[in-house]
Every structure is written in C-alpha cells, then in structure tokens.
C-alpha cells in the first residue's frame, strides 16, 4: 500500500486556499497552516468581525473573487487540516516547527507548498520611522480590516498599481488625502497601453483610479523624488523634489511602498535554490513554470516564489498542487494544467509591461544622506553601510550584517533588505545581484523564551 | 492625538481595555493596534535612540509594533485582537 501523503501549504492567500483545493479535490487531506486568523491572505485578508460594510466596499472590482476564495476555504473544513494563527519557523529537512499560541510543535510532512506572500517592498527617507508612516500595504489593511485610515490627512507615495488602488479606496471611504506622489515620470505610463490589450480590465481600472482622484482634486504628481517626512513625534509634512523644485504638503500620515518584495525565508531554510530576478531587482527561490523548486517535494506558488499578483497566485497555488499530484503518480488533466500555465504566461508578459510603467526608483538609494536611518530595528544607518563598503572593503550581504547588525534585527531585513542591497551594491561598485542576499535563519519571527516544545514529529 | 481615525465600525460593541493605566475603549473586531492608535500616537520607543514608533506594515513583517502587557508578555499589536481587560503599556516598563 502507498504511504499516505501529507502536504503541508505554508500560507492562506489567493495561492495556498486554491493549492489545498486542488489537493482535496484529488482526494488528499493537506495541512494548511497560516499566520492570520481567518483565511484570504493580505490582498483578501477578512475583518475579524463583521461590520457594516459590504465586500464590494471591501474589495472593490476584485469582491467576487474575495468571496469566492473565502467561501473555498470554508468549504474545505473538513477536507484539511487548516491551522490559523499558526507560525511556521522553521523547516528542517521533512519537519516544520510550527508555533500555536505559546505552543510549538514539528509537523513531518510529505510535499511542502510554500504560498508565503509578499510585504511591500520600501526604501527609507529621513523621517520614515516616525509614528504614522505605515507602508502603502499597511495603510490598506487599517482600511479594510480595520475600518481606519492613518491620519486625517495622508499622503500616499511611491510606485507600483498599490499606489493609486490605496489613495483610491482611501478617497472612496472619504478619507481626505493631501497628495498622490508617484516618483516614476508620466511619461513612463505610456508602457501601460501596450499592456492594454493583454488585460484591459487592470489597466482601464488603473486609469480611472488615477481619473478620479483628480477629478476630486487630489494633487497627483509624477516624477518625484521624495526629500523628507517632517515632524518630530509624529509626522506634519512632507517634501520632495521635482524638475528640480522642491515642494510641500501638510500632512499628518504617510503611505509608502515601491511595489512588492518576495517573502523568502521558508524557501531558504527549505534549502530551495535562488536565482536573480531582474524583474523583480530582487533574488528569488528559483522553480519552473509548474512551481517546482530545484528540490524534490517543495513547491512554490504566489508572490512568495515571483511578484505577479492575485490572480497568478491563485493560479499557480493550483498549477502547483497539480505538479504535486503529477510527481505522486497521481492521473492530471494535461489540457486543464496546459490552461493554467497559458493564462499564468500571459499574466506574467504583463507583469513586465507594469514593471516599466512603475519603474524601480534606481538614484532614490543613492540620494539618501549618511545620517537616515536604514535598519529600523537596530537603528544602522545608510552612512554606516557606505563605511563598510568603503572602509572595510565589504561586497556582501551577510558580511555587511556581521559587521554592521544591518538586517539582524527582529524583522530579519524583511524592511532593510532590499535598501541594504542598493546601497551596498552602489558603495562598493558592484549591483544588486553582485551583493547577494541575505541568509535565512531560524525562527524567521520572532518567538516568545518561554514557549512550549511538544515533542518531536510523529 | 491619534494616529489613526475611524471611518467605520464605529458601532460595533466596545471593548474595555487599560492603556498605560488609564481605562480606555476599543471597537470588537480591533487589533491592539487599532486600539491603542485611535487614542494615541505611539506603540513603543526604539530600542537604541528611544524614539517613538507606531508600527508600519500592519502585517506581522517588520516587528515595530510590539506592546507591553502588564503580565510581562510581549504583543505584536498589529496581529494580536483586542480583547476586553488588556491592561497595555507603550513605551515604558510596567512598574513592580
């Protein structure tokens, strides 16, 4: 008789509900273990209790989908395991250590499905750790899970879809916004009609987002270089330049993000190999166009593996679970897995065109001065990595931590990682990809001392 | 003044809660961060220049946001709820 398998799903976003799906569906029971307490990941993260409001004010044009992967999930219940609140720290080889409450124990599993997510990816500015300054994605969730907005008055800066969607639902639920700051130039949008014909949906949506708010007469401008956050125990203003002017705006919040960054750690500890990803200026854990990792048994789907939204990563959460199921030995629909990876390959093409319409700010490292702070948790700053490089001869990421702490705080460079990288590579003449990345290490969050062992995996 | 301001929920039952000693109320369905930011403007100072922080990506990824409970326990605000009778402290040790 064939040993039972056992997936473990890492995460339940858009990617990790439909892989479980899929996995169900072919008659295995997978664990499903997530950090939130209900289902949806961020992009479709669900209130803690209901309200008033509708999905449709929720989650705007994408509600049927929100709903539609909500409603999966639960109907899964008692089809898989599904651990909410739950913290995977660490994998070693077959075993995650999972952390419930103020509990830890190994879970030993057959196939692993990495459906991490994404945070926003950001870059820092003078004034970037006083009190509200959120990231674009942070000031979203206060909106949609909690029914807040940060200030009365925000400011919403930096490049990526996430920046006009944000001031757009901010606008819609009458929050009041100062300015809408995108620091890629208006003409690098005209990339976006060659995107047009490939999904009209997104990019029409786009359009009137970015329409609407000047008709409301929010202050929208392009090609701005962000100068600094002002204020002293919390945030007043904010200036920036443009066509070499300096400019201001009163404000008492800012919403800052330069589209996503890839949540990678599982994938290291994991053992996964990385590739750089020009696209993405980011390394990520490499698989195929299925989400097979390099390694046998560990799959990767969503944001988590490669940048490319909600709707890919509802897709290869599914393509994944089926290349699962196709390595077990396991019948799969060829023409269905053939329909997956078409409409992925086509979302992806996009992905690039989006890419040139909301370029990386590629000089907003360089213009940083050496007193800002880079690494929030132990305050290093920019000039300390400049020093090393400079220095001390440093060209790599783990180098620069041991010598500097830079990334060896609590958020294990989830906020400081992608800057680190810039800044380096900039001081000591290398790139990006050249500096390398920075080391996974167990546990990839924080855990409390005094948290209870239960035992080793059955 | 608060950092965040509410455009919604506001007539979901309340919750009590204690912040640095003072009784306080928050919403059902709040984090402790959306508790403690509708009344103030700061979650904890930081550990080298002890400057104020209030949190920043909400979703459980950059650690800024952790609060004290009077038992000693350590809260990261933004993925903990809030629940009736927290007793909370923001940038500073609870006293014996």
Known sequence: MRKPLRPLIVGAGPAGIRAAEALADAGIRPILVDEASLGGGQIYRQRLVPDERTPQDLYGSEARKA?????????????????????????????????VGGRTRPIRFSHLILATGATDRVLPLPGWTMPGVFTLGGAQISLKSQGCSIGERAVFLGSGPLLYLVAWQYMKAGARIAAVLDTAPLAAKFHLLRGLPLQPGIVLRGFRYAAELMARGVQVRFGVEPV????????????????????????????????LRSETQLA?????????????????????????????????????????????AELAGERAALALLEDAGFPVDGAHVDRLERRLAAIHRFRTILERAFPFPRDWA??????????????????????????????ELNRLKALTRVGMGRCQGRMCGSAAAEILASASGGSPEAVGRLRAQAPIKPLPLDIVSEGEAA | MAILRRLARRDLPEIPFRLNGVACTGRSGDTVLTAILTQTDRLRLSDFSQTPRAGFCQMGACQDCWVLAADGRRLRACSTPLEPGMDLFTAMEPTS
């Open chain 1, 228 to 259: 600094r956050i002002e204020g002293g125990s919390r945030v007043t203003g904010l200036v920036w330049r443009e066509r070499g002017r300096e400019r201001h705006v009163a404000c008492d919040a800012v919403g800052y993000g330069l589209a």
């Open chain 1, 67 to 99: 709903t539609a992967l909500h409603a999966t999930l639960s109907r899964l219940a008692d089809r898989i395991d599904y651990l909410p609140q739950a913290l995977v720290w660490n994998i070693r080889r077959d075993v995650a250590d999972v952390a």
């Open chain 1, 366 to 395: 360089d213009r940083l001065a050496d007193n800002v702070v880079l690494c929030r948790c132990e305050e290093v700053s920019v000039g300390q990595v400049r020093a090393a490089a400079q220095d001390l001869g440093v060209t």
């Open chain 1, 268 to 312: 290291d500890l994991a053992g996964c190999r990385f590739v750089f990803d020009e696209r993405d200026r980011a390394w990520r854990p490499d698989h195929d166009k299925a989400g097979r990792s390099g390694t046998p048994g560990i799959y990767l789907a969503g944001d988590g593996a490669r940048i490319a939204g909600a709707d890919a």
